[in-house]
């Protein structure tokens, strides 16, 4: 069995009941060192997110995604509200794929779905030459996973992934000295 990174990374997660759902996941609370930003981060961001996390400047779902890169997964930043895939900060410009068993996964569950893509897990990963897949939704503390989160979860269950690939990283921002930033990625 392939060791889920997460846990090796957050510690052993708590298995807690998804809200609306009722069916267990497992939830890893984690702190991150960042800062909050007014505005956008960059001149080509467009997501406008209030908060930037070190290493350099970056979103919870990207460091998530290269946390699970460094350990020997693929990763990919599912990008529901704009349609894209990504695998590094938006602001490269550089989009991702899906490899085509994942692609075909995906749409597995989209039709299960009614082909509604809202509500995909933020981070996609999976372990080449294995079916070992992590489906990762990244919320600040205080936030919960929506409906449409839900949906999607329970249309992925009927395109039979075990719930035990769901996780949920909570996370709360340590703020740093905005003027202590790293300089962007």
Request: proline share 5%.
């Amino acid at each position: 069995m392939i060791a889920n990174p997460l846990e090796v990374e957050f510690g052993r997660g708590k298995k807690t009941p998804l809200r609306r759902s009722g069916s267990p996941v497992v939830s890893y609370s984690t702190q991150f060192c960042g800062y909050e930003v007014r505005g956008r981060s960059s001149p080509r961001d467009t997501h406008r997110k209030r908060y930037l996390l070190r290493p350099g400047a970056i979103y919870a779902e990207v460091l998530l995604v290269r946390l699970l890169r460094d350990a020997g997964w693929k990763a990919v930043w599912i990008d529901t509200f704009r349609d894209k895939i990504w695998d590094d900060m938006p602001s490269t410009g550089r989009e991702a794929g899906l490899p085509k068993s994942e692609l075909d996964l995906y749409c597995r569950i989209r039709r299960a779905n009614r082909w509604e893509r809202g509500g995909c897990w933020d981070i996609w990963a999976w372990h080449e030459g294995s079916m070992a897949r992590l489906f990762v939704e990244a919320k600040r503390k205080d936030d919960e996973v929506g409906v449409k989160q839900v949906k999607w979860f329970e249309s992925a269950k009927s395109a039979r992934v075990p719930a035990r690939q769901f996780c949920i990283v909570e996370w709360t921002l340590n703020t740093i000295d905005s003027s202590a930033r790293h300089p962007r990625s």
